[in-house]
């Protein structure tokens, strides 16, 4: 089923999909814990990620492989919970939208702005159907964060899912 798909940037899937699952997300900043809110933090980590390769200048084909293995995680979770063909066909086009929708605000914000991620991005994806009052100064703080400390990591790390970060609330 799965004939061609490569493995090689699965550690870095992996990465991302335990930053999403961090518990500062949904205890200190409030959103809602679902599979739902999980992949859009995936897709806010690796648009970031995207984003800094391509101010770096490494190769489409690489970035291409990186996308094509997120979608491909991704459906194969789908499937693993059980989704059909045609379920999971509709949603595998609704959230390749979505991650577009993301990395495309991303890219557009002005360097030093990224109070845009928090405005556009976390207001229409993540805080939709909260009933919590959401920690927007945080999680702005965290992405941030998340970008200034990747932006300074070697390339080939960040490709190869050796993003050791460790989110510290209010440390420089």
Known sequence: MFSFYKTSY???????AKLSREKMFYNTIKLDDKLETRIYLI?????LIFNILKKKNIAKKITQDIFDNLFQNIEYHFRELGMGDVSVNKK???L??????????IQNLVDGDKS???????NKYLIINSKLRINN????????DFHNFCFNLDTKDIIRG??????KHGCP
């Open 92 to 94: 595998m086009k609704d």
């Open 43 to 47: 897709f806010i980590h690796f648009s």
């Open 96 to 105: 390749n939208r979505i991650f577009y929708d993301i990395l495309l605000k």
């Open 137 to 144: 100064d945080v999680l702005k703080e965290y992405f941030e």
């Open 10 to 16: 699965t550690e870095l899937y992996t990465t991302i």
């Open 116 to 122: 845009e991620i928090n405005m556009n991005i976390v």
């Open 162 to 167: 050796k993003i050791k970060y460790n989110y």
